[in-house]
């Protein structure tokens, strides 16, 4: 691996293979970048462990899927499972996280019981996927927008991206179009909105 050797972000791994002769002692170096045969970028653990006669062996372990599936994992954990959005959490760490001035709404879709009752639960799902896909097409300078649970989103938008009103108006404004499922029913949504502003940095989600 001679990038590993000079590279700045990998540096140092030379002078560890001498610790290891020096101190007797296995070290091992991780997240390396590797270029194999093929020139595919790949993610290596470095084992080295001293042998007699200064000499050290070195194994190398590929973790490249490993850390692919981990990450993959993370991500997973906070997305809704149903439509592909942040969870809750991801919504109260960006108000814990964010500066005063954010903006902060909360979406209640309208008669979503009477939906499901009249056209059962699957029909609901698919109204909730297009709304979230409508909802996550608004553009939010860094904000995000997140499923609660139920027929309920939040949003988190920086200062300056919308004043209160605004994000009302721009929320209204996504569902005021008919939406034709994929089963071929088109339904008309509306929403009950409450906005409110992080007035300082130390508020926390609750308050």
């Not at 997240?31 to 993610?43: P, Y």
């Not at 108006?169 to 939406?179: K, M």
Request: aromatic share 4%; hydrophobic share 40%.
């Amino acid at each position: 691996v001679p990038a590993a050797f000079v590279e700045p972000q990998d540096g140092g791994i030379a002078h560890r293979i001498a610790a290891a002769l020096i101190d007797d002692e296995p070290v091992t170096v991780r997240n390396v970048r590797w270029v194999d045969g093929r020139g595919e970028r790949r993610l290596v653990t470095l084992h080295f462990n001293p042998l007699a006669g200064h000499q050290v062996a070195v194994s190398v372990e590929d973790t490249t899927d490993l850390y692919s599936a981990q990450t993959e994992l993370e991500r997973l954990a906070h997305l809704d499972d149903l439509t592909g959005l942040p969870r809750r959490t991801r919504l109260r760490d960006a108000m814990l996280d964010g500066p005063s001035g954010s903006v902060v709404a909360i979406l209640d879709l309208d008669q979503f019981k009477e939906i499901n009752d009249a056209f059962g639960h699957e029909c609901g799902d698919e109204l909730l996927q297009e709304v979230a896909a409508l909802l996550a097409a608004i553009p939010l300078d860094g904000g995000l927008v997140a499923r609660l649970g139920g027929d309920e989103f939040g949003f988190f938008v920086p200062p300056g991206a919308y004043s209160p009103d605004q994000l009302g108006h721009r929320i209204i404004e996504a569902l005021s179009r008919p939406i034709v499922l994929p089963s071929g029913l088109t339904l008309q949504t509306s929403g009950s909105i409450g906005v409110t502003v992080k007035r300082r940095a130390e508020m926390s989600p609750d308050e």
